[in-house]
């Protein structure tokens, strides 16, 4: 290596660490410091949320690694929020993250896929940091305004498919649309579950705060107007308790924090140093870690409390702690909300000046998001696509999206589709008492993890009985990179298609 870039990499790590008191004599230098400071807790906080919600990993059921590392992770994203001017931790955070969502894989969840876009985005804006640059301001801004560029972009990446998907005839149908399933149990409380007139506003609101949205991310002037909308979007959808929604929902709220314009992050985290300032002053070094142990300790007493005297309504363990986190959510979501909203609302409208272009080469990872995204389209994978509680179906040939009627088909993987009839393993016997299918990938990778068990099914009027792994070539079906980036939806070809994610 050269002097040059051994004097890059030490002034890197030592710059970084020097972070734990950074200089604020240069404006410029300290929005970007209170940018990253703000950023690093709540991306923090998202890592938590999602790593929560894989209780099997936490209890070791997915092995030992995957066990230990994610409680790694949970360690270093505590103390991450313990202390949020280590930017090294943040490094580590999206090193230790990317490395468990490359072991896992693959990962059916949307949200871990744009996570791990977002953390492979971190290592390498620090990466080119690294060897680019010297000093501290300079590294400091240029990481933080990169990191920007790929935030927002993976913002609107995430917001286009959430409309295009969407575009099919099932979504739009109010039996069966998915925004309704989402409606029904926040509209309950209040007697309208039923409201026809709901149904279709849900349905509809759905496009509107998505595309108000994606154009507020680039039209900086009213900005705050798609922030606010989202915002509340996003805090709202995991108080359905419909799925483990709080992940995303703390992950978009993170990326947001580094999406508007410089001045409403600093705002932002002017206001939270200075809560936690006066929490330091009036309660000593622990002051700043109060409000969380009351948080928790209330919630969860709360839930106990709820749980033992509900336990004639035979409430399942994995609901009340679902709920514990839902309650977590309201409050932290909540508070956060409300403090970036107040900051939007500030500088609303904005009339800041736009900063110098950045370099192109920091839209090869939201690129790469979009271009995977097509996967349905192409006869490629039907989750982790951001396709999402859209009701989309592209498989055997057959598409009910209203722009794109017929699958390009360029890959093969969704053309058969075997529909299960029997299975001596209990999943695909659901399967089977619900009229479902696999396509044919998917069966084969079941079976080769359970070579034991046996299907029956159905696949283009021919009947096989019985298949097992062995009889189906399950073991030597795929490549290693085949099953790990391949992954599929069950299919129903009842039509309305109903929700199921």
């Known amino acids: 290596m050269s002097a040059h870039a051994d004097r890059s990499v030490e002034g890197f790590w030592g710059s970084f660490w020097r972070q734990l008191r950074p200089s604020m004599s240069h404006a410029t230098d300290r929005v970007a410091a209170h940018g990253l400071i703000a950023f690093s807790p709540v991306w923090a906080a998202a890592a938590i949320f999602s790593l929560a919600g894989d209780r099997t990993m936490l209890l070791f059921r997915d092995g030992p690694l995957l ?32 490395t468990r969502y490359a072991i896992a894989m693959p990962v ?12 492979a985005g971190i290592l390498l804006i620090c990466a ?19 990191m920007r560029v790929v935030a927002r972009a993976l913002l609107a990446i995430m917001y286009f498919y959430g409309i295009f998907h969407k575009i099919n005839t099932d979504f739009l149908d109010p039996r069966v649309s998915c ?65 483990w929604y709080m992940d995303f929902s703390s992950l978009v709220f993170a990326l947001y924090i580094l999406s508007v314009p410089r001045e409403v992050s600093e705002r932002f985290y002017n206001r939270c140093a200075r809560l936690f300032r006066l929490l330091r002053e009036r309660f000593g070094a622990l002051g700043q870690v109060l409000p969380f142990g ?126 299960i009839k029997a299975s001596s393993d209990p999943d695909l016997q659901r399967y089977a008492d619900r009229n479902l299918g696999l396509v044919m990938f998917s069966l084969k990778e079941r079976l080769r993890k359970k070579p034991e068990a046996w299907v029956t099914y159905e696949l283009n009027g021919v009947r096989y009985e019985q298949a097992t792994a062995q009889s189906l070539g399950a073991f030597t079906h795929a490549s290693f990179w085949e099953r790990k980036l391949l992954i599929f939806k069950h299919v129903d070809f009842n039509r309305p298609k109903v929700c199921t994610h």
């Open 67 to 98: 066990g230990l590392i994610s409680w790694a992770a949970i360690s270093i994203a505590l103390l991450l929020i313990w202390r949020p001017r280590w930017t090294p931790l943040l490094v580590l955070l999206a090193g230790v993250m990317l």
């Open 108 to 119: 059916a969840g949307n949200n871990k896929m744009i996570t791990a876009f977002m953390n």
């Open 128 to 146: 080119h940091a690294v060897l680019r640059f010297g000093n501290t301001a300079q590294m400091r801004e240029n990481v933080y305004e990169n």
């Open 179 to 243: 925004a309704v399933a989402l409606y029904v149990p926040l509209a309950d409380g209040f007697g309208l579950q039923n409201s026809l007139t709901g149904k279709y506003l849900a349905i509809w609101s759905t496009f509107i705060v998505e595309a108000i949205a994606i154009v507020s991310l680039y039209w900086k002037r009213w900005f705050a107007v798609g922030l606010l909308l989202a915002l509340m979007f996003h805090f709202v959808i995991p108080i359905s308790v419909y799925s």
């Open 294 to 419: 009351v948080v928790i300790g209330a919630v969860v007493s709360l839930v106990c409390v709820l749980w033992v005297f509900g336990r004639q309504t035979s409430v399942a363990p994995s609901h009340a702690y679902q709920s514990v986190w839902v309650l977590m959510w309201v409050v932290y979501g909540g508070v956060a909300m409300l403090l970036l909203s107040e900051a939007a609302i500030n500088h609303l409208p904005w009339r800041g000046t736009v900063g110098p272009r950045r370099p192109l080469w920091l839209y090869a990872v939201p690129g790469a998001l979009f271009i995977l995204c097509t996967a349905p389209y192409i006869g490629l994978r039907t989750e982790a696509s951001i396709a999402m509680f859209s009701n989309l179906h592209t498989e055997a040939g057959v598409s009910n999206h209203l722009l794109i009627t017929q699958p390009l088909a360029l890959f093969p993987y969704q053309n058969e589709v075997a529909m």
